[in-house]
Each structure stands twice: as C-alpha cells, then as structure tokens.
C-alpha cells in the first residue's frame, strides 16, 4: 500500500489548487510555505523522497509531481497579481497592502519665512506684536507724517471703508500704536496683511502680508541700525551674503534706504531674477523720523530708533525661486507639498 502513498499526498496538493485561486494575501503566503517551503513543503518533500522509490514508481510519480510544482508556481503567481491589482471584485482584503498615505496638513511656506524672520529677530530683543487691519487714517497715514494728499492715501491705492476708516496699507500704523502705549526701549517685530488697490498679477497682490520692525531707545544709532539688518541678512540667507543700502525716501523714516542683499539665484553675477544688478531688494527702512516719534508722544531730542518694511512673499519667492506671487494664494496642493516637511 505505500506505493499509493506519493499519489495520494500529489492528488491532495491538486485538490488544494482550486483553494489557492481564492486565497487572500495572508492565507498565500501560508500556501507557499506549506507547499513549496523549502525545509518542509509537502512538494519538496515528495520530490526530494523521489530516490527511495522503485525506478518504476520514480518516473511517473516525478513527472506528477514536477507538473504539480509548476501549476502551484503559476496559480500563486496569478493570485499574487490579481490580489496586487485589485482585478478580482469581491475578494477579501489585502492584509499585506501598503497603507494609504494620510496628507496631514502643513505650514504654509510664506507662513514659515514669517515665523522664521520674526524668530530671528527675537534673538535681537524683538517681540513680536500684531495690530488691527481695519484702520483710521490717522495711524495709517497722518501719525506716520504722510500727508493726507499723499498719493499713498490715494482712493485710487487705498481701499476705503467709510470716510477716514480703511484696510491698512502696510503694517507700519502698528508703530504709532505701540509708541503710544509702551514707553522706550521698544523692539518690536509686526507681522500681519495689508491691503492694496492693485492688480493681482505674477508681481502684485492685493492682499499680502509685511512685517513691520521698530526699535526705539536712548542712543540708537545709524550703525546699530545697519548692524541688526544686515545681521538678519546674514542669518536669514547665508552667512557669506553682502547687504547693501541704498538711499531712498520714505515719508516716516530720515535718512531712508532700501536694503538690498546679494542675489540668491546668481550669487551677484547677474540674471534674470535681479535685472543684472547682482542684488535684490528686500526691505524698506530707515531712522525713524522725529516728527513720528513726537506725533506719537516720544521725546526726539531723547530718544531715537529705525524702522523697517518686508514682504515675506517676495522674500518666499527670492528664496525658493517662485516666478508668480499667485502661486502663494492658489492652495493648489501640488504646490504646496513640495513645502511640506
Ligand atoms: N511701509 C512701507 C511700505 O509699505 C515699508 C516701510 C519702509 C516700512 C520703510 C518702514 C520703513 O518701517 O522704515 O512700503
């Protein structure tokens, strides 16, 4: 009775063949060991007991078995990829499958270049304050010595709420209030959105954000001034960029300059991002105007201080080469993931 043995045990496997069709992921790879494992599997086995068989018994017995070993190959193979695509309806859950992968969320990269500006400034004694966005002319124009026929107060430039009420055109109306109500040594950074009559264009916006700066102090000087902007440069870009400032006029600020660093695309050698010149705006600044500071209730013969205006848009798009200021609104996810950590 033994010679039936082998047959019996090849005719078993055969039977489970129609199983394996059906098997999920986890129950395949148990077929796999069970069958083909290479210690114990009941095909291995049979075929590695071929020797001690009659001759006559060996050949039949073998080529069954061969054949059996390569439809069990096939059938796992073809499971296998119908489980892998998914091409079958209906069939039990792929334990083995990979998990989807969960988009959970991140910083928004204009987000992230005003927390790490004001961090920086931190680090220099700044604190960080926030003012509102619906202003009076006063703080947005007058108490920062821009006339009323300005053309910054402009209708056409300024978006008006109501007579003498509007949406803040720059951060720089959160100075006035915080002199009014802190008394020097001031440092304080602003970050917040201003609003703008412009057009929306791979250049404009008409809403962005700025941060403000203000320090204020007895014995402020030019030099401390050029000092923390080009300190801040420095930590922000890279430690080797040169700064530079330019003369410039602003109605709050006396002297004024813009501050200029290094282009970050051509390292100064001239493109296309900073028009050839090698350097790339990135702050309006400047001492602060005594005529400010005594419209805001600060002694100028006592006390002095600088200020300064950013666009972390702008600086975002400097940094990461960004061609359309629209890119930093759209939300297109394609986008924003390549900010993502
Ligand atoms: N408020 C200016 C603007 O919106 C930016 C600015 C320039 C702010 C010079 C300042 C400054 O504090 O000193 O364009």
């Not at 988009?103 to 304050?129: K, M, N, Q, Y």
């Not at 530079?244 to 660093?261: D, G, H, I, K, L």
Request: negative net charge; aromatic residues 10%; hydrophobic residues 40%.
């Amino acid at each position: 009775m033994s010679e039936a043995f082998p047959n019996d045990q090849l005719e078993a496997v055969a039977r489970t063949i129609a199983e394996l069709r059906e098997a999920d992921a986890v129950r395949l790879t148990q077929f796999k060991v069970e069958l083909l494992g290479r210690k114990n599997g009941r095909l291995t086995q049979i075929l590695r007991s071929l020797s001690t068989l009659p001759p006559d018994e060996r050949r039949a017995v073998g080529q069954r078995a061969n054949q059996l070993k390569r439809e069990v190959e096939e059938a796992i193979a073809a499971r296998e990829k119908e489980l892998h695509t998914g091409a079958k309806s209906g069939v039990a859950a792929d334990l083995s499958m990979p998990g989807r992968q969960v988009w959970r969320g991140a910083i928004h990269p204009v987000t992230a270049v005003i927390d790490e500006i004001c961090e920086i400034f931190r680090e220099l004694g700044f604190s960080r304050v926030t003012g509102p966005e619906v202003e009076t002319e006063e703080y947005n124009f007058t108490k920062l010595n821009i006339p009323l026929d300005h053309p910054a107060a402009d209708m056409q430039d300024t978006f008006y709420l109501s007579p003498g009420v509007l949406l803040r055109t720059h951060t720089s109306p959160v100075q006035a209030r915080t002199m009014e109500r802190y008394k020097p040594p001031i440092r304080i950074v602003v970050p917040g959105m201003v609003y703008r009559r412009d057009a929306f264009d791979a250049s404009h916006s008409p809403v962005f954000a700025q941060i403000e700066g203000l320090a204020v102090d007895e014995g402020i000087t030019f030099v401390e001034f050029k000092a923390a902007l080009d300190y801040f440069a420095k930590r922000f870009f890279s430690p080797d960029t040169t700064v530079r400032f330019r003369p410039s006029y602003f109605p709050f600020t006396e002297p004024s300059a813009e501050v200029e660093v290094q282009c970050q695309m051509c390292k100064g050698g001239g493109c296309a991002t900073c028009q050839y010149t090698g350097f790339l705006e990135i702050m309006g600044a400047g001492m602060v105007h005594p005529a400010v500071l005594e419209n805001c209730g600060i002694d100028p013969e006592r006390y002095s201080g600088y200020a300064f205006g950013m666009g972390p848009e702008r600086i975002t798009m400097l940094r990461y080469g960004i061609p359309d200021i629209r890119m930093l609104f759209e939300n297109d996810m394609r986008f924003l993931q390549q900010f993502a950590e």
